[in-house]
């Protein structure tokens, strides 16, 4: 009985340790962020759902959600969808129309009419969509990235990651928060696949304290015609 135990354990523990280092290669934050970045730059199409956790704060300008598709271009990215935002104090819901920089609203209209987003303080949608800077820099430039437990997301399981992102990047894809904040930010990636499926990011967005905002990305690869009307 011992002679056998001996022999199971020889046959076993090499196995065993196989095991456990691709294990661990798996769950390693950093290259599962990075798949998810080139995993998402590749898609070339994905439907993105963003939402705030809470209203705009009285006295400023923001995004409060955001669905539609959009077409991952490093020179003509492209949106089509709906954003509900404040705008000088008045919440509205608009479809919008978005290729490179040239943006078109129903704002208060039954018609697509071109608009000019930057004196309304609104980021362009279509910053979501070009590589390197885009929502791929939100996997791409963390730090201290470290993993998590698994976390169940509608029929999926998804290794979750935490880290920061800094100011920098928020500011560039919402046009909110300062260049020198901290966000705090969780992750959401499909093991199998390496496509980043949510994330959330918390930190002081406004000067009213800290809030947070929640992306899910679905549909990678399911392109929609866009072209301006």
Same mark, same amino acid.
């Given at each position: 009985?011992?002679?056998?135990? !001996?022999?199971?354990?020889? &046959?076993?523990?090499?196995?065993?340790?196989?095991?456990? +280092?691709?294990? +661990?290669?798996?769950?390693?934050?950093?290259?599962?962020?990075?798949?998810?970045?080139?995993?998402?730059?590749?898609?070339?199409?994905?439907?993105?759902?963003?939402?705030?956790?809470?209203?705009?704060?009285?006295?400023?300008?923001? @995004?409060?959600?955001?669905?539609?598709?959009? &077409?991952?271009?490093?020179?003509?990215?492209?949106?089509?969808?709906?954003?509900?935002?404040?705008? +000088?104090?008045?919440?509205?819901?608009?479809?919008?129309?978005?290729?490179?920089?040239?943006?078109?609203?129903?704002?208060?209209?039954?018609? $697509?009419?071109?608009?000019?987003?930057?004196?309304?303080?609104?980021?362009?949608? #279509?910053?979501?969509?070009?590589?390197?800077?885009? &929502?791929?820099?939100?996997?791409? /430039?963390?730090?201290?990235?470290?993993?998590?437990?698994?976390?169940?997301?509608?029929?999926?399981?998804?290794?979750?990651?935490?880290?920061? @992102?800094?100011?920098? !990047? !928020?500011?560039?894809?919402?046009?909110?928060?300062?260049? +020198?904040?901290? $966000? /705090?930010?969780?992750?959401?990636?499909?093991?199998?696949?390496?496509? &980043?499926?949510?994330?959330?990011?918390?930190?002081? $967005?406004?000067?009213?304290?800290?809030?947070?905002?929640?992306?899910?990305? #679905?549909?990678?690869?399911?392109?929609?015609?866009?072209?301006?009307?």
């Amino acid at each position: 009985m011992r002679r056998r135990a !001996v022999l199971t354990a020889a &046959l076993v523990g090499p196995l065993a340790l196989a095991g456990c +280092s691709k294990g +661990s290669e798996a769950a390693d934050p950093s290259a599962a962020l990075a798949k998810a970045k080139t995993t998402l730059e590749a898609a070339k199409a994905v439907t993105v759902d963003l939402k705030a956790d809470k209203p705009i704060p009285s006295g400023h300008n923001g @995004v409060s959600a955001a669905k539609g598709v959009g &077409l991952i271009d490093a020179t003509n990215p492209k949106f089509k969808g709906t954003v509900s935002a404040v705008v +000088s104090g008045a919440p509205v819901t608009t479809d919008i129309i978005a290729i490179g920089s040239d943006t078109w609203m129903k704002l208060f209209t039954p018609t $697509f009419s071109k608009v000019d987003l930057k004196p309304l303080g609104a980021p362009n949608p #279509t910053g979501f969509f070009v590589p390197g800077t885009g &929502l791929s820099s939100l996997v791409d /430039q963390v730090g201290s990235p470290a993993g998590g437990a698994e976390k169940r997301f509608g029929k999926e399981v998804l290794a979750s990651y935490t880290g920061t @992102v800094s100011g920098a !990047v !928020v500011k560039r894809l919402l046009n909110l928060g300062s260049d +020198s904040a901290t $966000f /705090q930010a969780e992750f959401g990636i499909v093991p199998a696949s390496g496509e &980043l499926r949510t994330a959330k990011l918390t930190g002081p $967005f406004y000067d009213t304290g800290d809030s947070s905002y929640s992306v899910t990305l #679905t549909d990678y690869g399911k392109t929609v015609d866009i072209t301006a009307p």
